[in-house]
């Protein structure tokens, strides 16, 4: 059994890089790990990694509940600054996955230094270079040729073909010495290429309205 934890009354839970890897992430978004935090819940998981979630977050749906506080009330640290945008206080940087060393959720008691909220803390920590040279590659492909068609396309009359969607999102690491054991780099990209298409109706004004 793990032993009783005296020294500090902080609850949370750590994702190490190894864990970052293994878990699969929609849209290579990693706020969705928060959600295998004790005590946080999302009602919106599925959307994880959706509605421009790639770059940042634009919906509430894309954070989790701690607790039983609002979405707009976590806190979100890369490397000691905070990342919140501003408008909802939702996540206003999505860093690459393969970037991070460590994720830490504080749920419940945080120290005086994550203070601000009373929702949760998600303390992400970038990885740094170090003597030898290392580095990473990573290509994900998601193609609507490799897609079902969904379940009311398929039922109809007259079969509705999938809507064309392709999304590709590529990228790397690199980081070593420039002076060893003093002074080292480290750097990380990633992209995002997206392509949709589809049946859309609009509606135009009347020929006599458009004649004044």
């Known amino acids: 059994q793990p032993i009783l934890q005296t020294e500090s009354p902080t609850n949370g839970e750590t994702f190490t890089e190894n864990t970052i890897n293994s878990v699969p992430l929609n ?3 990693f706020s969705q790990l928060t ?8 009602t919106g998981y599925g959307s994880y990694g959706m509605q421009n979630s790639t770059e940042r977050s634009t919906n509430d749906n894309n954070e989790a509940n701690v607790n039983g506080s609002r979405q707009q009330s976590n806190n ?3 490397d000691g600054q905070e990342i919140n945008e501003n408008l909802n206080n939702t996540i206003g940087y999505n860093p690459s996955p ?6 830490r959720v504080i749920a419940s008691n945080a120290n005086a230094e994550f203070g601000n909220v009373n929702g949760g803390e998600m303390v992400a920590v970038m990885k740094s270079g170090s003597n030898h040279l290392h580095g990473s590659a990573f290509g994900f492909l998601e193609n609507y040729n490799l897609d079902a068609n969904s379940w ?3 039922n109809k009359a007259i079969p509705t073909p999938k809507n064309p969607f392709t999304q590709s999102i ?12 003093k002074l080292f780099f480290f750097v990380d990209y990633e992209a ?4 949709a298409g589809g049946q859309e109706a609009l509606g135009v004004a009347p020929a006599a309205v458009r004649k004044g």
């Open 152 to 154: 009311s396309n398929d």
């Open 192 to 195: 995002l290429r997206e392509h």
């Open 27 to 29: 849209g290579r978004d």
């Open 76 to 78: 979100y640290l890369l």
């Open 170 to 181: 590529f990228g790397g690491t690199f980081g070593g010495a420039i002076i060893k054991d």
């Open 35 to 42: 959600v295998f935090t004790p005590g946080a819940v999302s």
């Open 98 to 103: 393969d970037s991070l060393e460590q994720i």
